[in-house]
């Protein structure tokens, strides 16, 4: 099973940055970042599969850029300019069955990231 450990959660004033990272066990095709707001349905943030494609939900496009270390085994997302919006848990996850497809990997619903960190916590305040 790959194991995922995410970091760099933290309570920020709006308009400030954080960089959250996700240390993987070992590399994975298609990896994604989601985040899960109190009284809300858990969210996909970004997508990255392994060949550098990339996706972005429409609420934090622009604003959010998701990158990897490839030699690291490591996931990041970038989140400036952030809003009391962004507020949630987010969550580094990567798909039950893994996939060669770069459009299978950004068009996937959350129910297939089956494998999940703990989450790391990110509070905007204004």
């Known amino acids: 099973q790959v194991q995922l450990v995410e970091s760099g959660g933290g309570s920020v004033q709006a308009g400030g940055s954080l960089r959250l990272s996700c240390a993987a066990s070992?590399?994975?095709?298609?990896m994604g970042w989601f985040r899960q707001a109190p009284g809300k349905e858990r969210e996909g943030v970004a997508t990255m599969h392994s060949d550098g494609s990339t996706s972005y939900g429409d609420s934090v496009k622009g604003r959010f850029t998701i990158s990897k270390d490839t030699a690291k085994n490591t996931l990041y997302l970038e989140m400036n300019n952030l809003k009391p919006e962004d507020t949630a848990m987010y969550y580094c996850a990567t798909k039950i069955t893994d996939t060669w497809s770069p459009s299978r990997c950004h068009t996937a619903g959350v129910a297939e990231f089956g494998y999940w960190g703990q989450g790391t916590q990110v509070t905007v305040s204004s």
């Open positions: 070992y590399r994975r095709y298609c």
